[in-house]
């Protein structure tokens, strides 16, 4: 169940649903088409830090985003398998999604042609690399990046 979205600091889509089975919050950032992590297995994006790590990356239906996020049920949180747990609120939540969004948007780009996921980059990311190129025209991922996306 969808509980909150919204557009990140980061200038990419969040939200925040709500596990029933288990009722602890998740959080995730969607990524589209373009992007460098559209279809990127979750076990193969950078490390990040965020609450447990990353532990999803797939399609959700009614989106044709590419969604990362984590949970909040892991072995010290609250859940209804953990009910001495800690309790990670929507608050936390959202603040969560909001540094797990501003982590993916500065991975380094040589980082996602690894991966050979050559698509245009979200705009705060593209944006980065059009002040790069003033700065060093001749670099090579640069000029890699720019002849991809012609």
């Known amino acids: 169940m969808i509980i909150k979205e ?3 600091k980061a200038g990419v889509p969040a939200r925040v649903i709500l596990n029933t089975h288990l009722d602890a919050y998740c ?3 969607g990524f589209d088409r373009d992007s460098g992590y ?3 297995h979750y ?3 950078p490390v990040v830090n965020v609450h447990g790590g990353i532990t999803f990356s797939d399609s959700m239906e009614n989106s ?3 969604w990362i996020g ?3 049920a892991h072995y ?3 859940s209804k398998l953990n009910i001495k747990g800690k309790k990670r609120d929507l608050s936390y939540c959202i603040k969560e999604c909001e540094k797990l969004a501003s982590q993916l948007v500065d991975t380094p780009v040589d980082y996602l042609f690894r991966f050979e996921k050559y698509g245009k980059l979200p705009s705060v990311m593209h ?3 059009l002040a790069w190129h003033v700065e060093d025209p001749e670099n090579m991922i640069i000029k890699k990046y720019f002849s991809i996306i012609k």
Do not use: S
Request: proline residues 0%.
């Open 70 to 72: 984590f949970d909040c």
């Open 6 to 8: 919204w557009q990140t």
């Open 38 to 40: 559209y279809e990127i």
């Open 27 to 29: 959080g995730y950032i």
């Open 43 to 45: 076990m193969n994006l």
């Open 127 to 129: 944006n980065k690399m």
């Open 76 to 78: 010290q949180d609250y």
């Open 64 to 66: 044709n985003l590419w």
